[in-house]
């Protein structure tokens, strides 16, 4: 379950879907904590107007620019236009969450990138970061007051307690998350270890996903937490708008070969077709979250090698509180 611009507080759990909104949540609850701390005022309007339809992902789309800064070893991947959503009058109202984002921060950010690596239970690395028009210098001089300032192959980070909670900039990406992360995402920067958009298991994902207002990566079994498929390595979504009524939902799952994949293509396409049965959440889950059921317009379903490749339609949510996939 998605919600594109919402910005709540919640924490990973381990076996939740990774499309779940707990990813947005957690992406928050990292910001929230580094900048509510200093309180910090910029000002710029960063809302515009963002083409996301149709094209190949590929290296020229920005969420593969911010990829490119994430360490290569790190499975989860999520990107947000918030830009693009502000900036459309049918879409800005699904981007309300980040209203509280320019009370709290003093800017409301052009993108968002998290990240999660989570090689056991007990142990998670996560990434996040902020693109916009950050005053910088402001910013630095109040970090120098409530946080423990070090430096990295120098480039300075401000470390919190516990240091899970680090702060660095990067050119005009404000970047946050845990301290080992943050300092391989430096040398990433520095060419030093590679990135996630160099990571092979990804490449032929994003050779086949189009450009999106919200593009996900991850490394499990499923394509939604109650749709699991023998097979499956790793899954790519895109969400872009088709037109003023509707959102194209793209999914590109890959299999561990090409039978694995054939063997799960009709019960995708079912499943798909079936989306609001298919997911639906227990009944008493579901009156605790007011769930609403997502019927798709229409569902298509084909398969390339090792590839499914899925496109769902469906009517723009009328609320940022409605899940979109």
Not at 13 to 36: D, G, H, R, W
Not at 72 to 95: K, P
């Amino acid at each position: 379950m998605v919600e594109l611009g919402q910005c709540d507080v919640t924490v990973k759990e381990n076996e939740v879907f990774p499309m779940n909104k707990v990813a947005v949540m957690l992406l928050v609850m990292c910001c929230c904590f580094a900048l509510a701390i200093v309180s910090f005022a910029c000002n710029g309007n960063n809302s515009k107007e963002t083409d996301a339809t149709g094209t190949p992902l590929g290296e020229e789309h920005r969420a593969i620019d911010l990829m490119c800064f994430i360490p290569e070893y790190f499975d989860e991947f999520g990107y947000i236009d918030i830009g693009a959503l502000t900036g459309d009058e049918d879409l800005r109202h699904l981007a309300s969450g980040w209203d509280d984002a320019e009370l709290a921060f003093g800017f409301t950010p052009e993108q968002t990138v998290w990240a999660y690596y989570e090689p056991s239970v007990q142990n998670l690395q996560q990434l996040g970061i902020f693109t916009g028009r950050i005053n910088t210098s402001e910013i630095r001089d109040k970090l120098d007051k409530h946080l423990s300032p070090v430096n990295h192959k120098g480039i300075d980070l401000w470390v919190g307690e516990p240091p899970d909670s680090t702060v660095s900039f990067i050119d005009d990406k404000y970047i946050f998350g845990d301290k080992e992360s943050i300092e391989d995402c430096i040398e990433v920067s520095l060419g030093e270890q590679l990135a996630l958009c160099e990571n092979v298991d990804f490449t032929g994902i994003i050779d086949r996903l189009p450009n999106g207002l919200r593009i996900q990566f991850w490394k499990d079994r499923y394509i939604h937490q109650k749709l699991k498929y023998t097979g499956l390595e790793i899954t790519g979504l895109s969400i872009t708008k088709g037109d003023n009524s509707y959102l194209d939902i793209f999914i590109v799952a890959k299999f561990q070969n090409p039978i694995a994949a054939a063997n799960s293509t009709e019960t995708i396409r079912s499943d798909m077709e079936n989306y609001s049965k298919a997911t639906a959440p227990d009944p008493f889950i579901a009156d605790l979250i007011d769930y609403t059921p997502i019927e798709f317009l229409s569902v298509s379903v084909e398969q390339d090698e090792e590839f499914v490749i899925v496109n769902a339609k469906r009517n723009i949510p009328q609320s940022a509180d409605e899940d979109l996939y």
